[in-house]
């Protein structure tokens, strides 16, 4: 199983809701990544878990708080957003983050639109 | 800092030959990845060159030159479900951390 599984697929919010979004692994990965991907851009790298401890924070604002409940699920949490953090948020996964040649595998992401 | 340069757009026939080229500038090197990305999609990784050279997997193969900072990615027997978005990315500083260049939109006509 190379599957990397996120919930919600669309998620609308305003800009005073508070939602989360989930992303789950079973291929025994200990490293658990969020990316943010803007429409026609590449993406970028928000924050890096490895062995359920937050190792890279790409100075994202306190608005996104992650969460790494076991080595099998990670979460983001969303609070009072801004339309500008509409974008595609894509989870990924990879062998343990330590080395260079490891293959990171991605969900299908959540399309976030904030109101 | 880190960069890679690509081609925004490439048009190709259905079943010719394509490739896209990578440059980059990096602070320490350590391997450049290819992804792709069907629209509405997830990146799949499709390659990975520590070394200088050609590595073909099935109708795709990838290059690269370290000495000339330069990879490319070459698709052959084009088929329309080649149609997508293809990235180079090198990871910096770690092994966890990757950027990725700008994406080039690769388009097939029949």
């Known amino acids: 199983d190379t599957e990397v599984t996120q919930t919600p697929k669309h998620l609308v919010m305003g800009m005073t809701n508070k939602k989360s979004l989930k992303c789950e692994q079973h291929m025994g990965h200990r490293a658990m990544y969020w990316y943010k991907q803007k429409a026609k851009k590449p993406p970028e790298l928000m924050f890096v878990y490895s062995y359920e401890k937050l190792s890279i924070n790409e100075s994202v604002p306190s608005r996104f708080s992650p969460e790494c409940p076991n080595s099998s699920l990670l979460n983001l949490h969303l609070h009072a957003l801004q339309p500008e953090d509409s974008a595609l948020y894509l989870c990924?996964?990879?062998?343990?983050?330590?080395?260079?040649?490891?293959?990171?595998?991605f969900g299908p992401g959540t399309r976030l639109l904030v109101l | 800092g880190q960069s890679l340069e690509q081609p925004s757009e490439v048009t190709a026939v259905e079943g010719a030959i394509v490739q896209i080229n990578c440059t980059y500038q990096?602070?320490?090197?350590?391997?450049l990845s290819w992804y792709q990305q069907h629209d509405g999609g997830a990146p799949t990784f499709l390659s990975y060159n520590a070394l200088d050279g050609l590595e073909e997997t099935g109708r795709f193969s990838s290059f690269l030159s370290r000495s000339d900072s330069y990879g490319y990615l070459l698709l052959q027997e084009l088929q329309m479900k080649d149609s997508a978005s293809y990235f180079c990315?090198?990871?910096?500083?770690?092994?966890?951390?990757?950027?990725f260049g700008s994406g080039t939109r690769l388009s097939i006509r029949p």
């Open positions: 990315a090198v990871p910096y500083s770690s092994a966890s951390k990757i950027i």
């Open positions: 990924a996964s990879s062998q343990d983050g330590s080395g260079f040649q490891e293959t990171q595998y």
């Open positions: 990096t602070s320490g090197f350590y391997g």
